[in-house]
Structures are given as structure tokens and as C-alpha cells.
């Protein structure tokens, strides 16, 4: 039995109960189809997976950028760190005023 979830519950699902829901969803939309069951109810179930599978795609891209950012610190560190120590800084002499 497909069941529908609120847009704001799906934000907040678990990682796991996402995939869950997700495969449900396809297996009840096989199941419908197979069945010849009636446009309206297999159009609400595409339109579940549709809220499902973009859930999916937006925590991707951000797990995706999430690991970029950490790669990026990563290396700045590592080139703090590595790198040869930061030149003394110069002194600078006081310009005398012209009259």
C-alpha cells in the first residue's frame, strides 16, 4: 500500500527511511501498473516518487558539495602546514614629510 508523505516529512526522513519509502514507491507503481489500476491512483503514486526522488537528488548534490568544501579545507591546511615558513615582514621606514 502506497503511503503518502508530507513534502516537510520527507526533509526530515532518515536516510534510510527514504530509501524505504523510495522502493516501496516503485514496487507499488510496478504493482499498479500490472493491476491496470486507475490513472488517478497511479498518477498520485508518480507523484510521491517524484517528491521521494528529488528528496534523494538535493541530498546528493549537498553531500556532493559538503565533501568538495571538506577537500577544499583539507588542502588548505595541508598547504598551511607544509608550506615554507611565512617570510618576516618587512619593516617599513617612515617617510618624512616635504615641506
Not at 504493482?31 to 546528493?60: D, G, M, P, Q
Amino acid at each position: 500500500m502506497l503511503v503518502q508523505n508530507h513534502v516537510d516529512d520527507i526533509s526530515r526522513m532518515s536516510e534510510e527511511g527514504l530509501g524505504k519509502s523510495y522502493h516501496q514507491c516503485i514496487s507499488e507503481m510496478s504493482t499498479l501498473r500490472k493491476n491496470s489500476a486507475s490513472v488517478k491512483l497511479l498518477k498520485y503514486a508518480e507523484e510521491e516518487f517524484c517528491y521521494l526522488f528529488r528528496e534523494a537528488e538535493i541530498r546528493e548534490s549537498r553531500r556532493r558539495a559538503h565533501d568538495k568544501w571538506l577537500r577544499a579545507k583539507e588542502r588548505n591546511v595541508s598547504a598551511r602546514r607544509y608550506n615554507s615558513p611565512h617570510k618576516p615582514q618587512t619593516e617599513y621606514k617612515s617617510r618624512s614629510k616635504r615641506d
